[in-house]
């Protein structure tokens, strides 16, 4: 009996006209959706401002862009410099190559102006953010299903992937073999819930969310890591994306006990978006900025005592004359 393996997409690249959609981009773009909508909603439920996380993605998602290239490109220098190579190759994004390390470290860089130029501490900003980047690593890792890139080793497992393609070589490839995207997805999907649980069991604070995903996400990738046979750079045994992951989960994992025994707890709502507090003036059901603007002003006038105050007062010293002139007529 045939058994039903996972099937490649025939093509990654679809032509409207001239222009190209590629499959691996709208991974990519979806990914980022995802993990703004889903950031700026934990981040509003912590005390934060509706744009903040939008605002702060505009620096964060160019410069993790620029670094998950720059990782890749160096990482696997091979594929682009040397004999028989076209350096320009290197810039050609849409056919894959993003090395997350880089893209979290830059990325991180980014994210650090643009929470400095809106005055939020960027570890409270890393730990609201950080379920909505594992579930866009999850979206991503499908671009690599449709370029037919980053399979592991060969299986006849029923979830087996199919292969075949043709490489820049000439060489064509074709059999079945783990589905590390697959793997790699699944994982992130399971770690974005993982951090949500334990955020909320917990009350973590103060960068360790962002710690704990980024621990829980580097033992899911020394696994797929290990399952691969794409061209990298072993050492002592161990291919130089398991080492990175070995030397970032100790990192995280130090950062995430010593934060906790020196800052237990979750940063002040009242502290971290000094924009929360200009939005809440404004009341949402306002029709225009003018009338939210007259709205505020109108009920900051006066204290709610004495705007009810006042009316009654008069009221009173008003019955007052009425009853003493009615006991001393003229």
Same mark, same amino acid.
């Given at each position: ?97 993003? @090395? %997350?390390?880089? #893209?979290? &470290? *830059? !990325?991180?860089? $980014?994210? +650090? ?5 809106? /005055? ?11 379920? @909505? %980047?594992?579930? #866009?690593? &999850? *979206? !991503?890792?499908? $671009?690599? +299903? ?5 399979? /592991? ?178």
């Amino acid at each position: 009996m045939d058994i039903a393996y996972i099937p490649s997409p025939s093509r990654g690249v679809l032509q409207l006209g001239p222009i190209p959609l590629r499959a691996y981009a709208f991974c990519i773009i979806l990914g980022v959706v995802v993990a703004v909508w889903l950031g700026s909603k934990r981040w509003v439920a912590r005390g934060g401002g509706r744009h903040t996380v939008g605002d702060i993605a505009v620096w964060a998602v160019p410069f993790g862009l620029v670094g998950g290239r720059l990782y890749h490109v160096i990482t696997d220098h091979q594929l682009y410099f040397g004999e028989g190579r076209n350096p320009w190759n290197a810039f050609k994004i849409w056919e894959g190559g993003l @090395g %997350i390390w880089g #893209a979290i &470290a *830059l !990325g991180a860089v $980014g994210a +650090w102006i643009g929470a400095r130029r809106r /005055g939020v501490p960027l570890p409270a900003y890393a730990d609201a953010i950080a379920p @909505g %980047i594992a579930l #866009a690593q &999850a *979206l !991503g890792r499908w $671009g690599n +299903w449709f370029n037919q890139e980053l399979y /592991g080793r060969e299986t006849t497992l029923p979830w087996g992937l199919e292969i075949d393609k043709t490489l820049p070589s000439g060489e064509k490839v074709t059999g079945i073999y783990h589905p590390t995207f697959l793997y790699e997805s699944l994982w992130c999907v399971a770690v974005a819930l993982l951090v949500i649980w334990a955020d909320r069991r917990f009350t973590l604070g103060h960068g360790r969310v962002f710690a704990l995903y980024v621990a829980g996400y580097t033992v899911g990738r020394f696994w797929t890591e290990w399952l691969r046979i794409d061209d990298a750079h072993v050492i002592g045994g161990l291919r130089l994306n398991d080492w990175v992951a070995i030397v970032v989960f100790l990192a995280a994992v130090a950062y995430f006990v010593i934060v906790g025994r020196k800052r237990p707890g979750r940063e002040d709502p009242a502290g971290i978006d000094p924009t929360a507090n200009a939005e809440e003036a404004a009341p949402a059901d306002a029709d225009t900025p003018a009338e939210r603007s007259e709205s505020v002003n109108a009920a900051g006038d006066l204290p709610g005592a004495q705007r009810e105050g006042k009316p009654a007062d008069a009221l009173a010293e008003k019955l007052d004359k009425l009853e003493k002139g009615a006991k001393n007529p003229a």
